[in-house]
Nanobody, 126 residues
Framework: QVQLVESGGGTVQAGGSLRLSCAAS????????VGWFRQAPGKEREFVAA????????YYADSVKGRFVITGDKTEQTVSLQMNGLKPEDTAVYYC???????????????????WGRGTQVTVPS
């Protein structure tokens, strides 16, 4: 069982920035897919961004492309989500997820990720 921990959530005004971080306790992300998903009240969980640790390819939902950046830190063994130009519609609980057996075409399918963190709240007031 992989234990994932998210951090960095909070409340920011529209147009502001936040940086989320995900770490796996007692393990490294080497060989894994790591994804960020979010879920707003009354809404279904949706894909935000993902990274394939090797070779480091990144993928984004159209709604965040150009505003969010997912990166892997090999020194700290963490995956970050830099969120810029935040909008009220970005308000949600953000979850980190990881899996070792995904194929490229399935990176946005949360049902295929085996390991999940408990989430961190991001709030952007209207």
């Amino acid at each position: 069982q992989v234990q994932l921990v998210e951090s960095g959530g909070g409340t920011v005004q529209a147009g502001g920035s936040l940086r989320l971080s995900c770490a796996a306790s007692g393990r490294t992300f080497n060989g894994y897919w790591v994804g960020w998903f979010r879920q707003a009240p009354g809404k279904e969980r949706e894909f935000v961004a993902a990274i394939r640790w090797n070779p480091g390819h990144t993928y984004y939902a159209d709604s965040v492309k150009g505003r969010f950046v997912i990166t892997g830190d090999k020194t700290e063994q963490t995956v970050s989500l830099q969120m810029n130009g935040l909008k009220p519609e970005d308000t949600a609980v953000y979850y980190c997820a990881a899996d070792r057996g995904l194929i490229t075409s399935s990176y946005s399918n949360g049902a295929l990720y085996d390991y999940w963190g408990r989430g961190t709240q991001v709030t952007v007031p209207s």
